[in-house]
């Protein structure tokens, strides 16, 4: 009974559980290959766990037990010679175990009253009597399966009065299980005695009753794992051997490995083995990349997105960032060099490991600077579209409960069919960035769960399915830092009503000084609001991305680049008309908009709507109602009226009306409204000045 270096962990405990437990509750990782070795050989791998269990007992690292038998629900009772084999002259297990469960076999010590089946039909009732009697005999050794526990004897959420009868008769067995010799070798061998033993397999301990297992000294546990690192380098280098070493490296292939199940492993196994032997028999092919070869089995795809990434764009990934986002190039230029590293395959290069996300910032910094469109705008140079990003507003999971919707709620509660939102999207599309907005407004025990995948690059849903990150980015943008916080983690009021800032624009002018603040900011809040320090560590204090401040010069960067043409174009799409905003507005909207650049871009939109969208709207419509009034036909669809009405026409924006009470304290404008031209038809016969209702 020696353990030998290639023995898998279970069978490890196994080996030393079966000495001093009467019940052993084996759990995990069941519905996956399983390795097992039998007596010094070499390591195998089956898709029963029954086939590994029936081996195991019956081999001298564990016993020989003389009968070793499984309970299963559809085929009853199998014993393990019908389905291993026996050595000759062996009797049958089946004839051994109807003797011993006669009651005449069962030992008067064994304890108390001898064990009757409460029913003679053959059902489970019937046969765990049945196995309580032979494990109380001491004639032999015995060994029994109970398969699918929790299915075959009730779940432990609910039972009924037959099922816990079930678990009951299992508790005495786990009580009166008696030990049995082995058959000696010879008439000179030390007679050892082996401890009869009831098995059940469950997918998860908690599946059974805990009044089953819980502070039992008679009940062990064996959990089957995913394959460890160790284990995982001893597959593949006894599958791959010496000869393949020249095309593929077996740690990297362990290392892009990790968290599959044995099952995966062979597929890995079997794709680069095919891989290796066409680049052998052609050394003119590209050689095999074992990130590719495994992706082929993590995702279904061999291809990356990341390979078809235009370099000419990552060339000038700063200069493509900047249309979008303005005033902000310590930003730019992070989210830059992020993509750079992603797309050569250096993300994480320090810490060696390939299974981290391709990329993780956490932009932070005050309000409507530009985080959410920095991360829009990084999924579009990367993926060729907006879509390509998967926004998650935090503030709707505050509370601990709404992990569910994440990552799916655990079988048995409601929602478990759908999955997660997080996961299931992954699932589908591994090659996304993932923006978690506002992260600070999570709940922390989501917050964990989040960073769990930044630090490993994988979680695991409700359903039990892995899921993948290391295709993605990850980005979190974060208010955290920029304003000053109350014991409770409140934001501090000031006597205007306003928060109070940590950073304030009209103080901490350069950007360095502002960087330095928000960022002790987001330390603080980590340490000390969420008490979780490591937290951050997992982040990274180096990639902690501070946005500075929108200033003057920027928002009217913001509004000659970006909003004043976009909503020109939007006019000339829908209307048919051309749209011009003299130079004296446009320092206008700056001077309002810059009274408090701690409000940032988004101020800067909502201006441009109110001042500027708005009042054109009115103007256009009174433009077209001026025009129907002198048309003789009928006005029943506005939209074509004002397209027939105002094509190839110019409304010239010329000043802005502040909100007071003669315009109804809103936004007006002074404007022109010019006809278009003659080959246009325009129903305009003379320009149209500012026309009031």
């Given at each position: 009974m020696s353990q030998h270096i290639d023995m898998p962990r279970w069978q490890v405990e196994l080996q030393r559980l079966h000495k001093q437990n009467s019940v052993l509750v084996v759990s995990g990782n069941i519905k996956d290959s399983v390795p097992f070795s039998?007596?010094?050989?070499?390591?195998?791998?089956?898709?029963?766990?029954?086939?590994?269990?029936?081996?195991?007992?019956?081999?001298?690292?564990?016993?020989?037990?003389?009968?070793?038998?499984?309970?299963?629900?559809?085929?009853?009772?199998?014993?393990?010679?019908?389905?291993?084999?026996?050595?000759?002259?062996?009797?049958?297990?089946?004839v051994q175990f109807?003797?011993?469960?006669?009651?005449?076999?069962?030992?008067?010590?064994?304890?108390?009253r001898r064990g009757r089946p409460t029913t003679n039909d053959g059902s489970l009732l019937a046969t765990l009597a049945?196995?309580?009697?032979?494990?109380?005999?001491t004639a032999v050794p015995c060994a029994i399966i109970v398969d699918r526990a929790a299915e075959a004897c009730g779940p432990a959420s609910s039972l009924s009065a037959q099922e816990r009868e079930a678990y009951l008769q299992v508790l005495r067995c786990a009580v009166e299980a008696q030990t049995a010799p082995i058959a000696s070798a010879g008439a000179d061998a030390p007679t050892r005695r082996l401890q009869n033993l009831l098995l059940l397999v469950a997918d998860r301990i908690n599946d059974l009753p805990a009044f089953l297992w819980h502070d039992n000294a008679f009940v062990g546990r064996i959990e089957l794992t995913r394959p460890k690192r160790d284990e995982r380098r001893r597959f593949f280098e006894?599958?791959?051997?010496?000869?393949?070493?020249?095309?593929?490296?077996?740690?990297?292939?362990?290392?892009?490995?990790?968290?599959?199940?044995?099952r995966d492993l062979r597929c890995v196994r079997d794709v680069v083995q095919g891989a290796v032997?066409?680049?052998?028999?052609?050394?003119?092919?590209?050689?095999?990349?074992?990130?590719?070869?495994?992706?082929?089995?993590?995702?279904?795809?061999?291809?990356?997105?990341w390979d078809a990434v235009d370099l000419d764009r990552l060339v000038h990934a700063e200069e493509h960032l900047t249309k979008r986002v303005k005033g902000q190039p310590a930003a730019v230029r992070a989210g830059g060099d992020m993509l750079r590293r992603a797309t050569l395959g250096l993300a994480g290069a320090q810490q060696s490991s390939p299974t981290r996300p391709r990329g993780v910032l956490f932009f932070a910094g005050p309000t409507g600077t530009g985080k959410t469109e920095l991360a829009r705008a990084i999924a579009e140079l990367v993926f060729g579209t907006d879509d390509a990003l998967l926004r998650f507003d935090m503030s709707e999971f505050n509370v601990a409960h709404a992990e569910a919707r994440l990552v799916g709620a655990p079988p048995g509660y409601v929602g478990f069919e759908g999955g997660g939102q997080l996961t299931e999207a992954m699932l589908a599309n591994p090659f996304r960035v993932v923006l978690f907005d506002e992260i600070e407004k999570a709940h922390p025990a989501i917050l964990d769960k989040l960073l769990q995948m930044v630090d490993d690059g994988r979680l695991t849903d409700g359903k039990g399915q892995t899921v993948y990150f290391s295709e993605a980015i990850i980005l979190f943008t974060s208010n955290a830092g920029v304003y000053?916080?109350?014991?409770?983690?409140k934001m501090k009021i000031g006597a205007d009503g306003r928060p109070l800032l940590r950073v304030d624009p009209t103080i901490h002018s350069d950007y360095d000084t502002i960087r330095d603040r928000v960022r002790a900011g987001v330390e603080d809040y980590f340490r000390f609001e969420l008490q979780r320090p490591e937290l951050l560590g997992k982040i990274g204090l180096n990639n902690i991305i501070v946005f500075n401040f929108v200033t003057e010069a920027v928002m009217r960067e913001i509004l000659v680049d970006k909003m004043l043409p976009a909503v020109g174009q939007r006019v000339k799409e829908e209307t048919g008309v051309d749209l011009v905003v003299a130079d004296e507005v446009v320092e206008q909207l700056v001077k309002t908009a810059g009274r408090d650049i701690?409000?940032?871009?988004?101020?800067v939109g909502k201006l441009v709507e109110d001042a500027v969208v708005s009042p054109a709207t009115r103007a256009l419509f009174y433009g077209v109602a001026s025009a129907a009034a002198t048309s003789s036909s009928e006005v029943h669809d506005v939209h074509s009226a004002t397209r027939s009405t105002l094509a190839g026409a110019r409304l010239t924006i010329t000043g802005l009306v502040p909100p007071s009470a003669d315009n109804g304290y809103s936004w007006d404008i002074e404007h022109r409204l010019e006809p278009g031209s003659a080959e246009r038809h325009s129903t305009i016969d003379e320009p149209l000045d500012a026309v009031t209702p």
């Open positions: 039998v007596d010094g050989a070499a390591q195998s791998l089956t898709n029963d766990l029954r086939l590994a269990l029936y081996a195991a007992l019956c081999s001298e690292d564990v016993g020989p037990y003389a009968v070793v038998a499984l309970l299963d629900q559809i085929d009853g009772l199998v014993f393990a010679d019908e389905v291993i084999g026996a050595p000759d002259g062996t009797e049958p297990m089946r109807g003797r011993l469960a006669d009651n005449s076999q069962t030992d008067p010590a064994g304890g108390g049945q196995a309580r009697a032979a494990l109380r005999q006894r599958a791959f051997g010496s000869d393949m070493t020249e095309a593929v490296s077996v740690t990297e292939i362990v290392d892009l490995t990790d968290g599959l199940q044995w032997a066409k680049w052998t028999s052609d050394r003119e092919m590209p050689k095999p990349r074992a990130k590719s070869l495994v992706n082929g089995v993590k995702f279904g795809r061999a291809d990356s997105e000053e916080r109350d014991a409770d983690g701690s409000l940032g871009g988004r101020a």
